[in-house]
């Protein structure tokens, strides 16, 4: 595999040996070689946690804000300069959680930006309290007589928002993982892709082997432009469907909305300084 | 009382009425006409945080010279509907001349000894068609009133009304006109007004509120970017920055909170643009994690905060002067940042572009903090001056070895952005190393804590002075700070005392080189602030052991009225 976003310099990983994170990055990183992507044309922004740390490990543009925090800065980075390629990357805690709110307006910006979401259904940098995506019955620290709560179902809930890129992945299919990342990163418009991944170390209830066993591959028969199709691929309770749920082609990206960009594509820090409009603008004042 | 504030050449006038009987309307209109007529003018209008109803007050001064502060003294009060005058009476002398139909104005005025102008302006609005006339006879009947020439009126009345279909303009101006008639009958039955002389400098000057100088300094800093929550009073320069958005290439985004706000402005100025955020008290609160960021990532960042009083909800439509603590405290850990304050709306102009200049040359965030007061009253500008070039960007462009973080003497490394040069622009909310990588190593943090708070030093240079009206080394010295200046210089003039000066401060943090030289000279200091605790006393106290002997403090919601100010140095000057 080409080297192109592997780090110049060596560096101590946080993250668990066996974590889902080491094949996600891995994959992550096949996905933008084969697009041939620059990293100086590549910004990846991403909250706080294990998965946040994603952008420390591999060459590239980033912003590592805050807890939650993610998107809004990928979505005005996008803004400010449409030739780049923004991805959000960060956990289930960040993205769902902290982050909740921002997820459903970017969905319903519709950026041309991807979202990554690893999802371990529970709070790992924190040392194992529940996450929002943790499912009823489990116990924690915190949650000592179990999570009494349903999982938040970021799928549906993207689906109901008629996001126009919906897919579900798993760590642990690192091939499928990088095709799913392929169609995420070229569409054009929000996607979220959710990758399902275990936490070795603080959820001993859905690892490696659980998530296998309840997750399968949508086939050819599912039609990604039928939402209701899509609803019924997200819903089901007992198993996750993976892949491609869900593609809207209909609704205009985040830029196309934004006069700014009507007639010029150019960054903003890339338009000169208009003395002329400035001074005619204040002789509006006068009259 | 208030006769020693009383300039024989100006005149002060109040409308008093309820939500959505059109005062504003009436107060956009009414300056214009004034100041196109030559005239000095100042308005300031005071409402309550409801769509109809209850009861608002525009207050508009004309004069011969630039005014622009409230006064107590009503020379002429119009009560729109019953219970009108209650929250005037205070205001209201013998000397007020009340004007509009009787049935508005209070029983105690109408028996005798206050002069009463009986003029049905409900009557007449309903011949014109509705009462949604009153408001554009009104302004008829004080440009007939004050010699404002027909045609000019009309044509204003034209420009307000023609985008609605020339049916309701055509009315209007008909309304203008039946008002006029009665002003100018007014004028002629020989009611006595002073004479405030015109000028073609005034006709020719720009009108503005503190609104229009934030947004007009935004523009000539360099502002692309746009990302707020809407929040009074600071809600109107997201507005008109977004009535701007196309024909400067701005980018405007309503977000779905301050947090989103403030994160998508730091994400803008990584990726090279220009970002400002517009908010109050609360909205900020919500903003002081990014704010944090900000100090961490070395981002430069500007937000405006048009003050109003709390804690809390508070009250969303009025003025204070209480969020300074606010805005110097905010945030965890320790980083360097710029508070800035106009008085008038051409520093507000020249404060905000330098807010912009700043943020980006230092990579700080940059507060503006202003209030209602400042934001919402209008008056006569002469002259901005609009520098060349206008803003110059402090991007470098990167090369393959480039660190975001790169140790200098002066605590500034050179900022990249993404997708120019061939470097990678790193930036983390972790410590980090000189390229933006997470360390925890302890010299390293050492050296970033130092490298950030180094930046203040060379701040210090830049300082924006002190602005100080009357004489140096003065025995008193009145210090303000922010939207106070205009009815604290007035106040001067009204009292005249050449053993009185008064500090204004516009940059209020960090503190300006010379404060304490400057406050030395004097032997008793009194503070003005429209808060209930003194915070600019305190954070001048603090950082130079400066102690005032007095304070003039105002926390009600409203501005200071110029005779507060003038009975309140009065009283504290004769104990001394």
Redesign the interface.
């Known amino acids: 595999m080409a080297a192109e976003f592997d780090l110049d310099h060596h560096?101590d990983v946080a993250w668990c040996p066996g974590c889902g994170n080491h094949s996600i990055l891995a994959a992550l990183k096949a996905t933008l070689v084969e697009l041939g992507l620059r990293?100086?044309?590549l910004?990846l922004?991403s909250g706080?946690g294990q998965a946040a740390?994603t952008?420390?490990y591999l060459?590239?543009?980033?912003?590592?804000?805050?807890h939650g925090?993610s998107l809004?800065?990928?979505?005005?980075?996008k803004?400010?300069?449409p030739?780049?390629t923004v991805i959000a990357e960060s956990g289930d805690g960040c993205m769902y959680g902290e982050g909740g709110?921002?997820l459903?307006?970017a969905v319903r910006r519709n950026p041309d930006i991807t979202a990554v979401v690893h999802n371990n259904m529970v709070y790992a940098l924190t040392k194992g309290q529940a996450s929002p995506t943790s499912t009823r019955g489990f116990v924690t620290p915190v949650q000592v007589s179990g999570v009494c709560t349903d999982p938040l179902n970021a799928i549906a809930l993207a689906v109901a928002l008629n996001a126009s890129f919906v897919a579900r992945a798993f760590s642990g299919d690192r091939e499928r993982t990088a095709e799913i990342l392929k169609q995420a990163i070229t569409h054009r418009g929000f996607a979220l892709v959710e990758i399902l991944q275990p936490c070795v170390s603080f959820n001993r209830v859905n690892t490696f082997q659980w998530f296998r066993e309840h997750s399968y591959y949508l086939d050819d028969s599912h039609n990604p432009s039928d939402r209701e199709a899509a609803f019924a691929a997200a819903s089901q309770g007992d198993r996750f469907a993976l892949g491609l749920i869900y593609r809207n082609t209909g609704v205009p990206a985040m830029t196309d909305c934004?006069?700014?960009y009507r007639r010029?594509n150019r960054?903003?820090?890339?338009?000169p300084?208009?003395?002329g409009?400035?001074?005619a603008?204040?002789n509006r004042?006068?009259? | 009382m208030t006769t020693k504030a009383h300039m024989p050449e100006d005149l002060s006038f109040l409308v008093s009425g309820e939500a959505g009987q059109g005062l504003q309307t009436f107060e956009q209109l009414m300056v214009r006409v004034f100041k196109?007529s030559g005239l000095h003018v100042f308005s300031y209008s005071e409402f309550m945080s409801r769509i109809r109803g209850g009861n608002n007050s525009t207050q508009i001064r004309i004069s011969s010279q630039g005014v622009a502060s409230c006064t107590r003294r009503i020379d002429i009060m119009v009560p729109l509907h019953e219970g009108a005058m209650e929250r005037f009476r205070e205001r209201i002398t013998p000397a007020t001349v009340i004007l509009g139909e009787k049935e508005f104005m209070d029983r105690a005025y109408t028996g005798g000894g206050y002069p009463i102008v009986d003029m049905p302006l409900s009557r007449m609005a309903g011949e014109m068609g509705g009462q949604v006339y009153v408001n554009v006879i009104l302004t008829g009947v004080f440009s007939g009133l004050f010699g404002v020439g027909q045609d000019l009126l009309e044509d204003q009345v034209r420009q307000a009304f023609g985008r609605t279909g020339d049916v309701r303009a055509a009315a209007n101006i008909a309304a203008a006109r039946t008002g006029y008639e009665k002003g100018s009958h007014l004028l002629r039955s020989g009611q006595a007004l002073p004479v405030i002389e015109r000028s073609d400098a005034v006709k020719?000057?720009?009108?503005?509120n503190g609104v229009?100088a934030v947004v007009?300094g935004c523009?000539?800093g360099?502002c692309?970017?746009i990302?707020s929550y809407p929040m009074s009073p600071s809600t109107n320069v997201l507005v008109l920055l977004a009535r701007?958005?196309?024909?400067?290439?701005?980018?405007?985004?309503q977000?779905?909170?301050e947090?989103?706000?403030v994160?998508?402005?730091?994400?803008?100025w990584?990726?090279?643009?220009?970002?400002l955020v517009t908010t109050s008290g609360g909205g900020f609160a919500l903003m002081v994690?990014?704010l944090s960021?900000a100090g961490c990532?070395e981002s430069p960042l500007v937000i405006h905060i048009g003050q109003r009083p709390g804690p809390a909800t508070g009250l969303p439509t009025r003025t204070e002067q209480a969020d300074l603590e606010h805005a110097l405290y905010a945030g965890h850990g320790e980083f360097p940042r710029l508070i800035l304050a106009p008085g008038t709306p051409e520093e507000g102009f020249t404060l905000t572009r330098h807010a912009f200049t700043m943020a980006d040359r230092y990579q700080i965030p940059v507060i503006l903090l202003t209030d209602q007061f400042y934001l919402e009253s209008n008056c006569v500008v002469q002259h901005?001056d609009?520098p060349?070039?206008?803003?110059e960007?402090a991007?470098v462009e990167t090369d393959p070895a480039y660190m975001r973080y790169r140790l200098t003497d002066t605590g500034i490394s050179p900022r990249g952005?993404?997708?120019?040069?061939?470097?990678?622009?790193?930036?983390?909310?972790?410590e980090h190393d000189e390229y933006?990588?997470?360390t925890e190593d302890a010299k390293v943090r050492t050296a970033m804590v130092d490298k950030r708070l180094r930046k203040l030093g060379a701040m210090q240079n830049e300082c924006i002075p002190p602005t100080l009206v009357g004489p140096e080394g003065s025995r008193f010295l009145v210090v303000g700070w922010g939207s106070t200046f205009p009815v604290v210089k007035e106040a001067l003039g009204v009292l005249g005392r050449d053993d009185l000066a008064f500090l204004h401060f516009s940059q209020v943090y960090p503190l300006p080189t010379r404060t304490v030289e400057i406050l030395d000279r004097s032997q008793r200091r009194i503070v003005i602030e429209n808060n209930a605790t003194a915070q600019f006393a305190r954070l001048i106290r603090q950082h130079t052991g400066i102690v005032f002997d007095g304070k003039i403090l105002k926390y009600d919601g409203m501005p200071f009225l110029l005779e507060e100010v003038v009975e309140q140095l009065e009283a504290l000057l004769e104990r001394w």
């Open positions: 560096t990293p100086e044309s910004v922004v706080i740390k952008p420390q060459k590239a543009n980033f912003f590592n804000g805050l925090r809004p800065v990928a979505t005005a980075v803004l400010t300069n030739g780049l709110n921002h459903i307006h934004h006069s700014a010029d960054p903003l820090f890339r338009r300084a208009d003395r409009r400035i001074e603008l204040l004042k006068r009259t | 196109l020719e000057a720009l009108l503005m229009d007009l523009l000539a360099g692309t970017f990302s701007y958005a196309e024909e400067f290439d701005l980018v405007v985004e977000a779905e909170d947090i989103s706000a994160n998508m402005a730091l994400g803008s990584y990726a090279g643009g220009r970002a994690e990014g960021l990532i901005l609009i060349e070039p206008l803003y960007h991007v952005v993404p997708g120019f040069g061939q470097g990678l622009v790193c930036v983390d909310s972790d933006g990588f997470i």
